[in-house]
């Protein structure tokens, strides 16, 4: 995001954000995979570089625990839980830079954040791998299902 945004650019940013962490605790599991991917792609395109409001900061974190909660519990016992977590982590790091004043952002290594941001990005990743197996799943017992029912009109 340029560094010309407003406070209330930042908070509606913010706020968004808040939206789409919700928005996964009441999605079919179905869309989970879809949904916390397209929540934590959106989160990742985010850079705010001013401080935000320490309540929205702890909305947004209550939502981003929301939504790790969910997707813990429901996303496929295949799943790795273990990315799930530390990415989710690093969600939280990053709320919590974001509601640092600028002097104590300063003093935190760069790499930290890099780190963080990383670990989402290996996050998104496997949440976006894990939909394009479920596809490829989904198209394959079509299939299967399809030629059972061949089958059986032939045996009819």
Known sequence: MPRSMSIDQITDE????????????????ISLSFEMGLALSTFR????????????????????????A???????????????????????????????????????SADVCHDMR???????????NADLQDRINERKHARIRQAVNQLQRIAG
């Open 118 to 128: 990383d670990h989402l990005r290996i996050l998104c990743n496997c949440i976006d």
């Open 45 to 68: 395109r985010v850079a705010l570089t001013h401080q935000i409001d320490g309540n929205v900061g702890r909305r947004m974190l209550d939502a981003a625990i929301l939504a790790h």
């Open 70 to 108: 969910t997707a813990a519990a429901r996303l496929p016992a295949t799943f790795d839980r273990e990315i799930l977590n530390i990415g989710m982590r690093a969600v939280a790091g990053l709320i919590v830079v974001w509601t640092e004043p600028e002097t104590q952002r300063s003093v935190r």
């Open 14 to 29: 913010a706020e968004r954000l808040i939206f789409q962490f919700c928005k996964i605790a009441n999605v079919s599991e």
